[in-house]
């Protein structure tokens, strides 16, 4: 098992429709969550940055965590056909390692 | 600065033939990093520097890997006797040692892909 799960998709929506991408974790003692957006060829950059449980709000984007059932998600909410990458959740200890999800690839059509 | 560079973007190589790989991270940041990705994957660990030390490496990076980060600066991700299943986008990530000792922002390169024939 894969300590970030993460559904590949692809996803595919219309331009200004919420989307809502989710993960599940299993290490316990992860304390960081984090979401990148990778666009083609390139590395990814972060999102959003969460620690511990809750919600966190950045303009369009929401990230939530809760600890008790180990599930992340992201919300876009009036998405753009800019938004349209590859959403990377991402989990840390507190130590030296960020282990990644697979990624979901995100296509919001104009 | 100009972020973390890597050089070469794209190398197509000859299975049993070396490669090396040259990161150049945010020049303030002590902390580096090497991540695989294959393709409809997440990136992978694969080892970390502080400074100059290498603290950390996979059980990913066989002994055919090596990487150093010689004066804490610049890194090189070498591969010896490439296999077709080294195959992968090669990625280098730079950060600063959060204040609670996480991790903290990784800023990554845009890369360096290897393609073994």
């Known amino acids: 098992q894969k300590e970030v799960e993460q559904d590949p998709g692809p996803l595919s929506v219309p331009e200004g429709a919420i989307v809502s991408l989710n993960c599940t974790y299993s290490n316990s003692a992860f304390q960081y969550f984090m979401w990148y957006r990778q666009y083609s060829r390139k590395g990814p950059e972060l999102l959003m940055y969460t620690y511990s449980s809750g919600n966190k709000e950045d303009g369009r984007f929401t990230a939530q965590v809760d600890k008790s059932s180990k599930y992340i998600s992201l919300f876009i909410r009036d998405s753009q056909p800019s938004d349209s990458a590859t959403y990377l959740c991402a989990s840390d200890t507190g130590g030296f390692k960020t282990i990644f999800g697979a990624g979901t690839r995100l296509f919001v059509k104009a | ?117």
Not at chain 2, 62 to 74: N, Q, T
Request: aromatic letters at 10%; a neutral charge; glycine letters at 10%.
């Open chain 2, 1 to 117: 600065d100009t972020g973390v560079s890597q050089d070469p973007r794209h190398k197509i190589t000859k299975r049993g033939q070396n490669v090396t790989f040259r990161c150049d991270p945010i020049s303030e940041h002590n902390r580096l990093y090497w991540y695989r990705q294959t393709l409809g994957q997440g990136p992978e660990f694969l080892t970390y520097f502080q400074n100059e030390a290498q603290l950390e490496k996979s059980r990913l990076l066989s002994d055919r890997f090596s990487a150093e980060r010689p004066k804490g600066s610049f890194s090189t991700l070498e591969i010896q006797r490439t296999e077709q299943g080294d195959s992968a986008m090669y990625l280098c990530a730079s950060s600063l040692l959060g204040g609670r000792g996480n991790t903290g922002e990784l800023f990554f390169g845009e890369g360096s892909r290897l393609t073994v024939l």
